[in-house]
Structure formats: C-alpha cells, structure tokens
C-alpha cells in the first residue's frame, strides 16, 4: 500500500475510534475559539432527499449517506459542469473532462463502463428525466448550474431504492431557490480562461400576501480551456418559480428553459511508455490545451445514402435545447402529510462532436497500410496525400489521426408524477404510501463512423489520399464510411407502489423499513439496415460499405417487474451524533438501448441473455457535527448481477454482461481548530471486482480508483464590514484500469486547485479561482474505441484540463 493510502485510511481509522468515543464520553465538544453561523446551519441542516417525509428530516439524523453543498460551497469548487459537482461526494469519481456534458460517473462498487447508469439526476425531487442514462445521454447533460440554485443533495444507497425513480445508485436533487420574504436580487459577470464571457441575474423576493416569486438565468460565451477555434459553449438558461403559501404547506409551479451549445471534448495524442505506467506529451501537442478539433473540419457532410447528404456542424457539440415545466404541492391537512411531485421535460440533446479512432502513426505507415489493403501489387508508398486545406504534399514522417465525425440525434419527451401521504398511525409509528409513473420517449437518429484522417496536430488539418490505381482513399478528409445507423423510436412507461415505515423505538432508537414494487414496459421501433455504396463507386472505399436503413422496422417490446427493499436503523449517541445501519436490495431495468442491441424479440425475451441489473447494498455508518469537528464515515459492501456494458468500438458494437462485489469506506471529516479556519477531508476507498463473466471474473471494476480523496483548508479574515475568504484543495485519484479486461492502465494523478472571495461590505463580492494549477497530466479514460492492451508509443487518451482561472464580480441590488 502506498503513502497515500496509508495516510488516508490511517486517518478516517484514528478519526472514527476518537469521535466515537468522545461523541459516548461527551455531549458535544468545544472549539478553541467559538462556533459561527455556518456551522449551526451544518448542525440543523435538513434534507429531503431519501426521507419518507416531504418536510425532510436533520442530515445528522438520517440512516444513510447524503452530501449537501449549498450555494456558497458549490460556487468554491470551481465545478466545470454539473458532472463536476459530483467530486464534492465521497463515493463518487466524475469523468468530467468531456465538456459540459457527456460525463461519466462511477459509484463506489457500482461497475459501469460509461455514462452514469448509476447516478439520477433531479429537480426539486423530481427526475428530469426518468432513465439515468441512454447512449449519448446521461443524466448531467440535462442540467446547467447557475444562480438559481439553493443546494445539491446527493444521496448514494440506502432507501433511495424505495422512492422516486428507485436509483440504487446516487440521487443528485438539486433545490431551486424559492422566493422568501426578505428579497435577494444578484448580477455576476465573470470572465476567466478561454475568452469566457458570462453574465447571472437572480431576482426573488414576494409578490403579494400569500405568493412568492423568482426569476434568474445565465449568458455566456467562451472557447473553453480547449480551444477548437470556434466558441466551445454559447447560449444560456432561464428559470421562474412562483410560489404559494397554504394553510400548513405551499404549492410551487416552475419553469426551466435552457438553449447552449456545447464542445465536447475526446481524446487527444500522447506517448505512452511503460504499459502505459508513464504518460507524456505527444510531440508538438499540449495535452492539457489542445484538440484535434478546428474550423477546417466543423462543418461536416454525413454520406448517408445514395443520393443524401447531411449537413452538421462541430460547434453543437453534446448542446440541449430543453424545457422543464413542473409543480411541488404539499400539506398537512387532517394529521395527514401529502405530497405530490409533477413534471415535463422535453428537449434535443443532440451530439454533433467528434470520436477518436486509431492510435496515431505517421503519414507514410497509413500510406503502405492503405496500399497493402486496396493495392497490393503496388509499392508501399505509392500514391499521395495531401492537405485539404491548401494542398501540398504531406510528410511521410508527419503524425497523422483518424477521428470520427458523429452525429446522435435525440429528441427526449417525459412526464413523471411522486405522490405520497404520511401519517402518524400511532405514537413512534409513521407510515407513508405513495406511488410514481413515468411516460418517457426518445426518438433517435444514429451516424456513428464517418471517418476523417487528419494530423495529429492541434487543430488538425484535414488530409487527401489517393492511390496510384485510382483508388481514392481520403477525399475531404473523409477516410471510413457510416457504419452503424438506425433510426428508432422508443417510449417506456413505469409504475411504482411503495410502502415505507418509520418506527421511534425510544428517544435514542429509531428503524425503518420499506418496499417497493415497480412495473415497466418498453416499446421500439428499430430500422433494418444494410450495406451499400453512396456514390456507387467502388474506387471511392471510404463510403463503401455504408450502413444505411432499408425503410423497413423491427418492433421489439419488453415488460418486467421488480421488488426492491431497505431496513435501516440510527441509534443516536447524543443530540449530534449517531450511528446508523442499513440493507437493501435494488434494480435497474433495462433502458431503449437494450432492445436495440438486442435485435431480435427472441433476444429481448431472453432474461439471462438481456438482464435486469440487481444489486444488494449493506451500509454501517457513524455521523457528528458540532462547532470543533463533523465527521460522516459510511461502510460499504455491495454485489451486483446482471449488468450488461456497451463498448463502441471505431467499427463496431460490443456488447457484455457481468456481475461485481465491492466493499470500502467513505468520509467526510472537517476540524475547526481556531475560528475562522476549516480542514476538510473527503473520499473513498474501496476494492470492487467483476464477477459471473469467465471473461473477467477476478478483474477491478473499470475506471475506479481504488483509493481518491480531497483536501480543503479555508480560512476567513474578518476586516472589519469586509472579509477575505482562501480556500483551496488537493485532490488525489489513484490508478484505475480503463477497460474490463485490465490491460488499459490509468495513471494516479494529483491536482490543486486554490481561490480567494473577497466581500466587500454588504453589496460586493469579488471571487477569483483557479483550477489545476500546477498544469498536473492526468488521464481520465484511454482510447475506449479500441479493445486490447493500451500500447507502448503514441496512443489516444483523454486528459483533464489545463489549468483554468476564472474571476467573479457579483452585486446585490
């Protein structure tokens, strides 16, 4: 075990056994020098995210593990998008460095290979959409931070399998800002690295006796830390809540529209050396700024069938052009508490964006490979290559990529509806009922492939190449054909009863348990392909072979049902401090893309050959706050069946399914030392392993570090109707394998981050931050279109950012 390991788990282990035993000696410990406003706040933080009441219940006293951030705390961690956020909670590790969307998030012994299967994403305790995740779609996409937002909830296990969308993983509920009686009125405009140009307005306040309002949104244009020479993110977002007061509760209606174009970002060149232990800077490339995107490639044309072109353009990148409409009503009438949650979404997330393929190799090694395939009887460098842009002659020795053009188009649709009622049906015994549907569509069209050789060069140039048998291998770049299109229709529907019963055994004791049953049917309409040629010419290879839909459609339906179910219990220590224990057994149903991998409804039928994924979880937990010290320290084991993983390749589909156990620890500590000053740790560390798949039973779950965590000083300088905050924070994240077999290694890597928030009496704040300053090389994923060890030499991976400064300027009017 290494010095960081030791170090963390020493330290989580010394914490536990100290806080325990002070938490049964003592009361509630005393800082040196007194507590503030912030640390109350901590202490009597309610949360309503997993609780059976809709009023919510104190974090400290809750059965499970739940991470708050409000706004202050979301805005110091300087999160590059909402995925982002997610490194605030232990458990977790956010692939962030896509963009603003098109994470991919892993929990802590929950095995997925992309996307965020395991992470939902909601809105005031609704599901923005019902399924997590699809292909070219997780949950974060649909979602942009700005000032709007009060906190973030997250919520990993415990009774999450009962209520909303029964995520088995980590529910991320984010709370709008509600109109209060004393006003809050905001302007920022920030700028920072990549030409970043942003403006935020929130406004909220009371409108009448009884009715409340906000209205706030965002603006803004940039290049981003990558810059493809056009804008990276442009557009913005607006939000409204109107709200009113009810005798014992209130009902509120909102409105979220948001229009952005985003870049997203794949891998990049670099040289790997020992087994991919060591990884450095491809030759004249920064990994940490550059992208093979450029202007010479953003507008694009799709060959998709004889006779039709498509037209798209690289700046849409993963965009969203959405709406969310939705109400929250609850009240107590009668000694009855009810709740119910309702909404609609509907919007495009398209991705227009660009996909790494082979490894690099120079411009003479294509040539000869080119020449062994199409022109065998030739000499290996026969032909030519050319720029696009420009002409003249390639180098032989020049360094040259094949990166896919793609376009996804998705059009999501939703409805979901939570209702629940709670009542004290006796003294200590709180039962709640309630139910959930979903109606969910996606309409989809696929051109995967479309491949385009081009340098491996910042913003790449184009390449041409021709053989001397007339064999035109790249024209317009355009090096491979489309080889996977379908176009599909999709829509689900899912029901869900539920039964939850909290039991106050004494003052100190307090157990829960609850059941769920849930239903869901799946519907889609996938188009036949086939293979042709576009222009009808068998000199032009890169469209033979194209996939095209015949016009004809494979209907394919599936219904399933399942039970899922949580026991917990919390025994109180003191006021502020517990201990909790939990069980549960969950699901996840199979999502649209399962019955197109499918393919057949024999296969769809098949339970063993097209699983639902089934998870058992077991947690042991302690928590404390008060004015010295907080600590919320989680054990966890879990074992999973039936997970099915989707690997694209650069010419194909690969489909598997496994199972995994994991178990480990997450902590979040923080001490108080001294007034004005907090050291805070968080993360995780934990073994999970696949399993029931001979292919990879033994192997570590992909993509997750054994071992991560954060480190966060603040320290607050009161001057005088002024103040200056500093904060920072060291994060590690250990070696991971990129893939399931265990050949693709990761890196650790180690980033600091660090920013100042001066406020300047009561009207001004100015914040300046910077992230990755040290400029740190970090992987986040290898080449996930390739299957097979990561070689030795030129390779393509996906790094973090470079460092990034951003400054703030807000005024309270």
């Known amino acids: 075990m290494n010095q960081s390991k030791q170090f963390v788990l020493s330290t989580v282990a010394l914490a536990v056994l100290t806080l325990v035993s002070q938490a049964q000696a003592a009361g ?243 040289i790997s050396s020992n087994n991919g232990r060591t990884i450095s800077e491809f030759p004249g490339f920064d990994p940490l700024t550059g992208t093979l995107m450029s202007n010479e490639m953003r507008h694009f044309t799709i060959d998709a069938a004889p006779g039709k072109t498509l037209e798209r353009d690289l700046a849409d990148g993963r965009g969203m052009k959405a709406a969310v409409w939705g109400v929250d009503y609850e009240q107590k009438i009668n000694g009855w508490d009810v709740s119910n949650k309702a909404n609609y979404f509907d919007g495009d997330l398209n991705t227009i964006s660009m996909f790494t393929g082979d490894n690099p190799q120079t411009a003479a090694t294509y040539l000869a490979a080119a020449n062994t395939k199409y022109n065998p009887t030739a000499a290996s460098s026969s032909g030519s290559m050319t720029y696009v842009n420009g002409g003249g002659a390639v180098d032989p020795n020049q ?33 709640t009922v309630g139910g959930y549907y979903a109606n969910y569509k996606s309409d989809d069209e696929w051109y995967l492939g479309n491949a385009h050789l081009m340098t491996a060069t910042p913003n790449a140039r184009l390449i041409n190449a021709s053989l001397t048998n007339g064999t035109i291998v790249s024209q317009g770049g355009k090096s491979g054909n489309v080889f996977y299109a379908p176009v599909a229709n999709y829509k689900g529907n899912n029901v869900a009863l539920f039964l939850a019963d909290e039991w106050k055994i004494s003052d100190n004791l307090r157990v829960d348990a609850g059941l769920r049953r849930e239903r869901q049917s799946l519907e889609g309409s996938i188009s036949n392909l086939a293979a042709g040629d576009t222009d009808n010419n068998p000199l032009t290879v890169y469209n033979n072979g194209t996939s095209i839909p015949t016009g004809s459609f494979t209907r394919l339906e599936r219904d ?96 598997s399914v496994s199972g995994s156990r994991g178990h480990g620890v997450e902590f979040e500590l923080a001490l108080r030392p001294v007034k004005n000053l907090q050291l805070t740790l968080t993360g995780d560390y934990q073994k999970s392993k696949y399993r029931d798949n001979p292919a990879i039973t033994g192997n570590e779950v992909q993509r997750q570090p054994n071992l991560q965590f954060r480190f966060s000083p603040s320290y607050r300088i009161p001057l005088g109707d002024n103040a200056v905050k500093l904060y920072g924070t060291y994060t590690y994240v250990g070696d991971r394998w990129a893939d399931q077999a265990n050949l693709s290694y990761l890196p650790s890597y180690k980033t600091l981050d660090i920013g100042a928030l001066a406020s300047i009496g009561a009207n001004w704040e100015v914040r300046v931050a910077a992230t990755n300053l040290t400029n740190e090389l970090g992987l986040t994923e290898g080449n996930s279109r390739l299957t097979g060890a990561q070689s030795s030499g030129p390779i393509n991976a996906r790094p973090i950012f470079g460092r990034a400064v951003e400054a703030s300027l807000l005024y309270r009017f």
């Open 560 to 655: 399933d049902s399942a039970t899922s179910f949580t026991v917990g219990g919390l025994y109180k220590l003191n006021k502020d401090a517990s201990v909790f224990a939990r069980a549960n057994t969950g699901h996840t149903f199979i999502y649209f893309d399962d019955l197109r991998n499918a393919g057949t409804q024999a296969a769809v039928n098949d339970r063993n050959g097209v699983p639902n994924p089934k998870v058992k979880q077991y947690e042991l937990g302690f928590k404390t706050a008060n004015s010295l010290y907080s600590a919320y320290i989680n054990a966890f084991y879990t074992e999973f069946t039936g997970i099915s993983f989707q690997q694209i390749t650069t010419d194909a589909v690969l489909n």
């Open 399 to 431: 360094q040259v990529v094949q990166a896919g053009l793609w376009s996804v188009e998705k059009q999501l649709r939703s409805f979901t509806d939570e209702l629940r009622v709670s009542r004290e049906v006796f003294p200590g015994h709180t039962l």
């Open 28 to 270: 509630q410990a005393t800082p040196q020098e007194g507590s503030n406003a912030a640390v109350t706040q901590e202490i009597q933080q309610v949360v309503v995210t997993g609780t059976a009441s809709a009023s919510g219940t104190r974090r400290i006293d809750t059965s499970f593990s739940i991470t708050t951030a409000n706004e202050e705390q979301l805005k110091a961690a300087s999160p590059s998008s909402t995925a982002d956020v997610l490194k605030l909670v232990p458990g977790v590790y956010a692939e962030a460095t896509g963009g603003q969307s098109g994470a991919n998030v892993e929990v802590r012994g929950f095995p997925s290979g992309s996307d965020s299967p395991f992470v939902s994403v909601q809105l005031n305790g609704n599901p923005i959409y019902p399924v997590p995740v699809l292909s070219f779609f997780e949950g974060t996409s649909a979602f942009r931070l700005d000032d709007t937002i009060e906190r973030v909830e997250v919520l990993r296990g415990g009774p999450s399998t009962i209520y909303s969308v029964g995520q088995p993983g980590a529910t991320m509920n984010f709370i709008l800002k509600k109109g209060d009686d004393v006003p809050e009125r905001t302007i920022r405009l920030t700028t920072g690295t990549g030409n970043l140009r942003r403006g935020d307005v929130f406004v909220g306040g009371k409108l009448a006796d009884g009715w409340y309002g906000t209205v706030g949104g965002f603006y803004r244009q940039g290049h981003g830390v990558r810059d493809p020479q056009f804008k990276a993110d442009d557009g913005g977002q607006l939000t409204a809540t109107i709200t009113r007061k009810l005798e014992g509760g209130e009902v509120t209606a909102y409105v979220r529209a948001t229009n952005e174009k985003n870049a997203f970002y794949t891998g990049v060149p670099l």
